[in-house]
C-alpha cells in the first residue's frame, strides 16, 4: 500500500526557512513523479512544486520561483522541499503525492496524483 508521510513543517519567522520530507513506504520511489501541494484555509489546494521520477524534470509555481528547491534521494526513498524566504503567505498544510511516471505532465494536476500524505503544517509570522 503507498504510503506518504511529510514531516518538517513548523512556525518560522518571516525571512526564514524550512526543510520538509516526504517519505514513501510500501513502495518504491523509483516509478513515481511526486509533488508538493498547499492549502491554506478557504483556498484551493495548489501545486507547489513537483520532481519527476528521474529527478531531471522540475516545477515551480511562480509564487514560489527562487525560493523553493525540490530535491530526491531515491536510495532513501524521500522527497524534500527547501524553502526560504519564507513570507506568511506561504502559511499552509504542505501535502506531498505521488504520481506515476505515465502520468507525469506538467503543470501539475491535482486529480492526476495519488497516494497522499496527512499534511504537515507550516506558519510563518510577519
Given at each position: 500500500?503507498?504510503?506518504?508521510?511529510?514531516?518538517g513543517g513548523g512556525l518560522v519567522?518571516?525571512?526564514?526557512?524550512l526543510r520538509l520530507s516526504c517519505a514513501a513506504s510500501g513502495f518504491t520511489l523509483d516509478?513515481?513523479?511526486?509533488?508538493?501541494f498547499r492549502q491554506a484555509p478557504g483556498k484551493e489546494r495548489e501545486g507547489v512544486s513537483c520532481i519527476s521520477s528521474t529527478g531531471d524534470s522540475l516545477y515551480y509555481s511562480d509564487s514560489v520561483k527562487g525560493r523553493f528547491t525540490i530535491s530526491r534521494?531515491?536510495?532513501?526513498?524521500?522527497?524534500?522541499?527547501?524553502?526560504?524566504?519564507?513570507?506568511?503567505?506561504?502559511?499552509?498544510?504542505y501535502y506531498c503525492a505521488a504520481i506515476p511516471v505515465y502520468k507525469w505532465r506538467l503543470?501539475?494536476?491535482?486529480?492526476?496524483?495519488?497516494?497522499?500524505?496527512?499534511?504537515?503544517?507550516?506558519?510563518?509570522?510577519?
Open positions: 500500500q503507498l504510503q506518504l508521510v511529510e514531516s519567522q518571516f525571512g526564514g526557512s516509478y513515481y513523479a511526486i509533488g508538493w534521494d531515491n536510495a532513501k526513498n524521500t522527497v524534500y522541499l527547501q524553502m526560504n524566504s519564507l513570507r506568511p503567505e506561504d502559511t499552509a498544510v503543470p501539475p494536476h491535482v486529480a492526476d496524483f495519488e497516494a497522499w500524505g496527512q499534511g504537515t503544517q507550516v506558519t510563518v509570522s510577519s
